[in-house]
């Protein structure tokens, strides 16, 4: 090879190529009993990013993935612990699901409905179709754009929209989809947008007229639209954003990664209280990398920016997000087990509320417990709104199912039955909501 050949590739940066569909063949998946015990090795090796940790916040079991170049160095770390291996190949579980399932690819104008994971582009057609259909109570915004360039919508939800006064109105904020693999959650805030405005639960639309009355939803469905695309089209159990980031630094004297190029950040770890923190890794490509710094990615700080901006006009009253899986209902503290804070029994109720207004609706039982009482997780969204910014009501729910080998691949003929019950939650959340935060902050 020529010098000139030579210094042409060195100067190229590495990209990634096309991921084939056998991507995850031989993938192991294991699952065993969770325990403080097993966090701690558990966490460690995620960090390492050697498995990947399916649940994020497991109640009695944990589920893991393990490629197959880490099955032996993983055995060494888990065998005390006699983890269950559920499947030797995973790429046949993802076949199977994506043959039992409709989730092919959307194709053009295809028309939104809970039958289905929709694409991006499908959801916010939906989004402006229901803008237009409802434009004295809706409104379609641009949050912020990605790495790829591609928009965070969100919708803007209140009786008499247009009118000046309506700003003033306390904000509940709901959102979706910040971890790509967590299907249903879009789905499910969807769900709940079209429940505010008569479409479904027919039964909460007196509540639901009653409360575009008295406050304005701001609502964002997919929050990381870049990975979520991505696990469409690539990987089905991608985490992260796509923001691609220089391992160890080594970089060309143009600035393009030479040695290697991890993609993403976890958004959930990049919020400012407690960053950096536990249950992150300084690894660039550990799926609990957090970023350099809070905030430095666009998806969060889009939120930050929104919300800070919120309250200098009026209070924002509910900050819930939603993700998948594990039936849970999550109150602060995220980033700390250590203590509590001195509102715990209000979240303690609110929760309560929350879970058994669920288990009213199919029987399924959510589990109303602390962020960390497992294990705890810095920089995480929730955390942020609460402490920060002093939304009193600032919560995570941890979507269905409960446990399993099904995980993420939750089969679509569950998305509507999903979308009910946590209607019937967020209802409940709602009617007692017991205090306005100021413009500043601080409580009332």
């Given at each position: 090879?020529?010098?000139?050949?030579?210094?042409?590739?060195?100067?190229?940066?590495?990209?990634?190529?096309?991921?084939?569909?056998?991507?995850?063949?031989?993938?192991?998946?294991?699952?065993?009993?969770?325990?403080?015990?097993?966090?701690?090795?558990?966490?460690?090796?995620?960090?390492?990013?050697?498995?990947?940790?399916?649940?994020?916040?497991?109640?009695?079991?944990?589920?893991?993935?393990?490629?197959?170049?880490?099955?032996?160095?993983?055995?060494?770390?888990?065998?005390?612990?006699?983890?269950?291996?559920?499947?030797?190949?995973?790429?046949?579980?993802?076949?199977?699901?994506?043959?039992?399932?409709?989730?092919?690819?959307?194709?053009?104008?295809?028309?939104?409905?809970?039958?289905?994971?929709?694409?991006?582009?499908?959801?916010?057609?939906?989004?402006?179709?229901?803008?237009?259909?409802?434009?004295?109570?809706?409104?379609?915004?641009?949050?912020?754009?990605?790495?790829?360039?591609?928009?965070?919508?969100?919708?803007?939800?209140?009786?008499?929209?247009?009118?000046?006064?309506?700003?003033?109105?306390?904000?509940?904020?709901?959102?979706?989809?910040?971890?790509?693999?967590?299907?249903?959650?879009?789905?499910?805030?969807?769900?709940?947008?079209?429940?505010?405005?008569?479409?479904?639960?027919?039964?909460?639309?007196?509540?639901?007229?009653?409360?575009?009355?008295?406050?304005?939803?701001?609502?964002?469905?997919?929050?990381?639209?870049?990975?979520?695309?991505?696990?469409?089209?690539?990987?089905?159990?991608?985490?992260?954003?796509?923001?691609?980031?220089?391992?160890?630094?080594?970089?060309?004297?143009?600035?393009?990664?030479?040695?290697?190029?991890?993609?993403?950040?976890d958004l959930n770890r990049n919020w400012s209280d407690g960053?950096?923190?536990?249950?992150?890794?300084?690894?660039?490509?550990?799926?609990?990398?957090?970023?350099?710094?809070?905030?430095?990615?666009?998806?969060?700080?889009?939120?930050?920016?929104?919300?800070?901006?919120?309250?200098?006009?009026?209070?924002?009253?509910?900050?819930?997000?939603?993700?998948?899986?594990?039936?849970?209902?999550?109150?602060?503290?995220?980033?700390?087990?250590?203590?509590?804070?001195?509102?715990?029994?209000?979240?303690?109720?609110?929760?309560?509320?929350?879970?058994?207004?669920?288990?009213?609706?199919?029987?399924?039982?959510?589990?109303?417990?602390?962020?960390?009482?497992?294990?705890?997780?810095?920089?995480?969204?929730?955390?942020?709104?609460?402490?920060?910014?002093?939304?009193?009501?600032?919560?995570?729910?941890?979507?269905?199912?409960?446990?399993?080998?099904?995980?993420?691949?939750?089969?679509?003929?569950?998305?509507?039955?999903?979308?009910?019950?946590?209607?019937?939650?967020?209802?409940?959340?709602?009617?007692?909501?017991?205090?306005?935060?100021?413009?500043?902050?601080?409580?009332?």
């Amino acid at each position: 090879m020529s010098f000139g050949i030579y210094l042409v590739l060195l100067l190229l940066p590495v990209v990634s190529c096309t991921v084939a569909p056998n991507f995850y063949l031989n993938y192991q998946i294991w699952r065993m009993d969770w325990n403080k015990e097993i966090a701690d090795v558990v966490l460690r090796l995620q960090a390492e990013n050697l498995i990947d940790m399916l649940t994020d916040t497991p109640r009695e079991k944990v589920t893991v993935m393990v490629a197959p170049d880490n099955v032996v160095e993983v055995t060494k770390s888990l065998r005390r612990f006699k983890p269950e291996v559920v499947t030797s190949d995973l790429s046949n579980l993802l076949e199977g699901n994506r043959r039992a399932s409709r989730n092919a690819d959307d194709s053009a104008n295809e028309p939104f409905d809970f039958l289905k994971y929709h694409d991006i582009t499908t959801i916010y057609n939906r989004l402006d179709e229901i803008a237009k259909n409802h434009s004295e109570v809706v409104e379609v915004h641009v949050l912020g754009q990605t790495h790829e360039g591609r928009e965070i919508k969100y919708v803007r939800i209140s009786h008499n929209i247009s009118e000046d006064s309506t700003r003033t109105k306390p904000v509940l904020w709901i959102d979706g989809g910040i971890h790509a693999r967590e299907w249903v959650s879009p789905s499910t805030v969807m769900y709940i947008i079209e429940t505010l405005l008569g479409y479904r639960e027919l039964q909460h639309l007196d509540k639901a007229m009653k409360y575009l009355e008295k406050y304005q939803f701001y609502i964002t469905p997919v929050l990381n639209p870049d990975g979520y695309q991505y696990t469409r089209n690539h990987l089905r159990l991608w985490r992260k954003n796509r923001d691609p980031g220089c391992y160890r630094k080594v970089e060309t004297i143009f600035g393009n990664c030479f040695y290697k190029v991890c993609y993403g950040v976890d958004l959930n770890r990049n919020w400012s209280d407690g960053f950096g923190g536990p249950s992150t890794s300084s690894n660039l490509c550990s799926l609990v990398y957090p970023g350099e710094q809070a905030f430095d990615q666009l998806e969060t700080k889009a939120v930050k920016e929104k919300i800070e901006a919120l309250q200098k006009e009026t209070s924002v009253d509910l900050f819930l997000t939603f993700h998948s899986y594990s039936q849970l209902f999550l109150i602060p503290y995220g980033y700390t087990g250590d203590k509590v804070p001195a509102e715990h029994e209000y979240h303690k109720a609110q929760g309560d509320r929350y879970v058994n207004a669920v288990f009213a609706r199919h029987g399924k039982r959510y589990i109303n417990q602390r962020s960390s009482d497992l294990y705890p997780a810095g920089g995480i969204s929730a955390d942020w709104a609460f402490i920060s910014r002093g939304i009193l009501d600032s919560y995570t729910v941890e979507l269905r199912p409960d446990d399993g080998e099904i995980g993420f691949l939750l089969p679509d003929t569950e998305i509507i039955a999903t979308g009910q019950e946590n209607v019937d939650g967020v209802m409940a959340l709602i009617e007692n909501l017991k205090i306005n935060v100021t413009q500043n902050g601080s409580y009332n």
